[in-house]
């Protein structure tokens, strides 16, 4: 969260500093496409009720989706995203045969597939053909599908968060910040990018199920866009 704050404020130095220039001299639209993975996992409010015996794992997946940005200023400028986007996490239980190690063969996965459409504030610095831009801002997100996947050998009893469609939470809000690298060419915009994101909804309505917790959507996404200017 401090991340999230440093990267908003220095985003938000970086339109100050901008601010005398005109605004018809550097109004300019972008459209694009990107994609990559993700790498999600859950964090809980409340540790206490980690049973022993699972660890939670974090799982790959896919994200790809639009990008629409329209800059403001010539350094700053506010962004949208509509992306599909692959969450969720996965346990891992302890050997049967040595109670003492972790058995990646023996797991609970579950698979949460989400549409987003962040809002980010983007800023930039650099030369002409080479910029290191951030962003940040919040996101909405809506839950098209989910699946599990259990070992034969993981006892129901053992699983620490059984993901049951009675009690999901079909929409997530939270906040996301990221970084990255654009490289201007003459065909287009390519750009390498970083992100993290933060749920603050429960992936399980906890007024439903018996976990007193909230337990919240990570994702770390590494994705390659290409944006055309006009």
């Known amino acids: 969260m401090r991340t999230l ?13 901008q601010a005398q220039d005109s605004l018809n001299t550097y109004t300019k639209w972008a459209i694009g496409v990107k994609g990559g993975a993700t790498f999600s996992f859950i964090t809980a409010t409340d540790e206490e009720i980690t049973r022993e ?58 698979n949460l597939d989400y549409l987003e459409v962040p809002l980010l504030a983007y800023g930039y610095f650099g030369k002409r053909n080479v910029k290191i831009f951030l962003n940040a801002g919040m996101y909405g997100a809506w839950l098209l599908s989910y699946d599990t996947e259990a070992a034969p050998s993981v006892d129901p009893d053992d699983i620490t968060y059984e993901y049951l469609l009675a009690d999901q939470n079909k929409f997530d809000v939270g906040v996301r910040g990221g970084a990255g690298l654009a490289v201007a060419t003459k065909v287009g915009t390519f750009q390498l990018e970083s992100t993290y994101s933060l749920g603050f909804n429960s992936v399980m309505d906890r007024f439903r199920t018996p976990i007193p917790s909230i337990l919240q959507n990570n994702a770390i996404t590494g994705t390659l866009g290409y944006l055309i200017e006009f």
Not at 5 to 17: A, K, M, R, T
Not at 64 to 69: A, L, P
């Open 5 to 17: 704050l440093l990267l908003s404020g220095l985003l938000f130095y970086i339109q100050s500093v």
């Open 53 to 110: 015996n699972a660890r939670i794992s974090t799982i790959q997946g896919t994200t790809y989706g639009g990008v629409i940005r329209y800059m403001t200023e010539k350094n700053f400028g506010l962004q949208i995203e509509a992306n599909y986007t692959e969450k969720g996490w996965e346990e891992r239980f302890r050997s049967l045969i040595d109670p003492t190690k972790i058995d990646p063969s023996r797991s609970y996965r579950v």
